[in-house]
């Protein structure tokens, strides 16, 4: 079974930065797609970033790119997100999610459905 907690979340003026982890369970934590997904109190979850089992490869939503950076530690069981320019609108439980049907899988999700497993969420919050 694989576990996933994140930390790393926290209260930030806006321009600020902060370094999401998630750290997982697991033996095989290096054969998976690795996501972070972000949800607003009455807002749907929003897809953040990804990166494939080996890092060489990362997608970012548009609201975030130039900002945001994902990375992974595969020896470690750890993946990262760090958090440049921060913006009051950046407020949000930030989770991170694992999908474990697909090993080694080179294609980038962004949908929270294609992924099997989820932590328990950090907060981060940008004041103004």
């Known amino acids: 079974q694989v576990q996933l907690v994140e930390s790393g979340g926290g209260l930030v003026q806006a321009g600020g930065s902060l370094r999401l982890s998630c750290a997982a369970s697991?033996?095989?934590?290096?054969?998976?797609?690795m996501g972070w997904f972000r949800q607003t109190p009455g807002k749907e979850r929003e897809f953040v970033a990804a990166?494939?089992?080996?890092?060489?490869?990362?997608y970012y939503a548009d609201s975030v790119k130039g900002r945001f950076t994902i990375s992974r530690d595969n020896a470690k069981n750890t993946v990262y997100l760090q958090i440049n320019s921060l913006k009051p609108e950046d407020t949000a439980v930030y989770y991170c999610?694992?999908?474990?049907?697909?090993?080694?899988?080179?294609?980038?999700?962004?949908?929270?459905?294609?992924?099997?497993?989820w932590g328990q969420g950090t907060q981060v919050t940008v004041s103004s």
């Open positions: 697991g033996r095989t934590f290096s054969s998976y797609t």
């Open positions: 999610a694992a999908d474990t049907s697909r090993a080694y899988s080179r294609s980038i999700y962004h949908r929270g459905d294609e992924y099997t497993h």
């Open positions: 990166i494939i089992w080996s890092g060489g490869s990362t």
